[in-house]
């Protein structure tokens, strides 16, 4: 993540959340994700375990900060970080979802198959694509 110039915020269970354009300046936090992406599915497919990763990439404004009295977390909140999370957890495949926020910050310089609307959790609804190597 850090070659990409990310930040991993945190761990959930089996889950990474991962930030770009936070704490140090990104110039292209979305195409850095999708890099990472990119690099983290593949390595995971590698392992002997064969694990498919899900991925979900999202911009927008989120709330950061400390949050505990003795044992202090840095940590994210926010209607961006719910969008990525549902992203991350769409289909029961290797892949790699970006909202259309994230999207237009990459178009014309990669492939994603527009997935058309989708409806969340919380009524939100978001449109979705799926990135595609080049040969898809």
Avoid at 25 to 50: E, F, G, H, Q, Y
Avoid at 79 to 100: K, P, W
Avoid at 103 to 129: D, N, Q, S, T
């Amino acid at each position: 993540m850090t070659a990409h110039g990310l930040e991993k915020i945190k761990t959930i269970g089996d889950g990474f959340v991962t930030t770009g354009n936070l704490l140090q300046p990104l110039d292209d936090p979305v195409m850095a994700s999708v890099r990472c992406a990119l690099a983290m599915v593949t390595t995971a497919a590698a392992n002997p375990a064969k694990w498919k990763l899900r991925i979900g990439i999202h911009v927008g404004p989120v709330v950061a900060g400390i949050v505990g009295q003795s044992k202090f977390s840095f940590d994210l909140w926010g209607d961006s970080v719910n969008v990525a999370a549902r992203l991350s957890g769409l289909g029961s495949n290797a892949a790699i979802h970006l909202s259309e926020q994230a999207w237009a910050r990459i178009e014309g310089r990669c492939h994603c198959a527009p997935l058309g609307p989708m409806e969340f959790k919380g009524g939100r609804r978001v449109v979705v694509y799926r990135y595609q190597n080049a040969d898809d």
